[in-house]
């Protein structure tokens, strides 16, 4: 006997193996998306920074980016041949057009600035 209100017994709510396979792939595809929003709204952010506030020094200015780069590193390990391919020409870009007498030069970990 079935419950009122159920078309179905129970047992024939089982997904079919395919079907649960695709679910994973679209959320696996859903979080790649969202890492990558992510990733972009750290970018921006940084260089939106750099770029509109004039009371950030060259120094406070590389720190960033290094801090970017290491926020961004934090959420995709994979991110780091990209990151050197994409992302890091953008930051030079901005920081060559606001500082343009100084040296391409990055941070190191000693060297960031709270």
């Known amino acids: 006997m079935q419950a009122p209100g159920r078309a179905f017994p ?3 709510i089982t997904m079919p193996k395919f079907e649960t396979e695709n679910f994973s792939e679209v959320r696996s595809a859903f979080v790649e998306r969202k890492r990558f929003r ?22 406070e200015a590389r720190s960033l980016v290094a801090c970017a780069k290491k926020a961004i590193l934090e959420l995709d390990p994979d991110f780091g041949d990209r990151y ?3 992302v890091l020409p953008h930051f030079e870009r901005v920081l060559q057009e606001r500082w343009p007498s100084e040296e391409l030069r990055y941070s190191r970990g000693s060297e960031l600035v709270n």
């Open 84 to 86: 050197e391919i994409i």
């Open 38 to 59: 992510r990733v972009r709204m750290i970018v921006d952010l940084t260089i939106n920074l750099i770029s509109s506030d004039r009371t950030v020094s060259h120094r």
């Open 10 to 12: 129970a047992s024939d």
